[in-house]
């Protein structure tokens, strides 16, 4: 081949490979955040994860307040293939928690910006067919 000119790769090469590209080792079984985040309250339970100055989390706590949330989603019939639409102040320990949650359960989040207008935030949501809201407050 000539400068300029290149051959594209075979769609089966790019497919799952045993060695990631440049790299002698076996690449590493899929996780998920969520499967990181139990391997390491296993591994750190007392350990602080989350400090907004108001409230302080050890992982083990989170990972009781995830658990209670995304229990009570289930109770509700929220799961896998569902969407559930999060409109909450950023930064804030609830966020952190429902969005871990809604994981937690087997749904997907669709997060709106709790300063857009109402308008903007039922459009993204009806397009995306969620299910159940989680808000700030009451």
Do not use: F
């Not at 990631?20 to 955040?33: E, F, K, V």
Request: aromatic share 4%.
């Amino acid at each position: 081949m000539g400068r300029g000119q290149y051959q594209p790769l075979i769609t089966e090469e790019l497919e799952l490979p045993e060695c990631a590209i440049y790299n002698s080792q076996p690449t590493a079984p899929p996780r998920t955040l969520i499967d990181i985040l139990d391997e390491t309250v296993k591994a750190h339970p007392q350990h602080p994860v989350i400090d907004n100055g108001q409230t302080r989390l050890t992982y083990g706590e989170l990972q009781a307040e995830i658990a209670s949330r995304a229990a009570t989603m289930r109770a509700a019939g929220i799961g896998k293939g569902d969407h559930v639409g999060i409109r909450m102040t950023s930064g804030t320990v609830d966020l952190y928690v429902s969005i871990l949650a809604v994981l937690t359960a087997g749904a997907a989040y669709v997060s709106v910006d709790v300063d857009d207008p109402d308008e903007r935030a039922n459009t993204v949501w009806t397009e995306a067919g969620v299910c159940a809201v989680l808000t700030d407050g009451p």
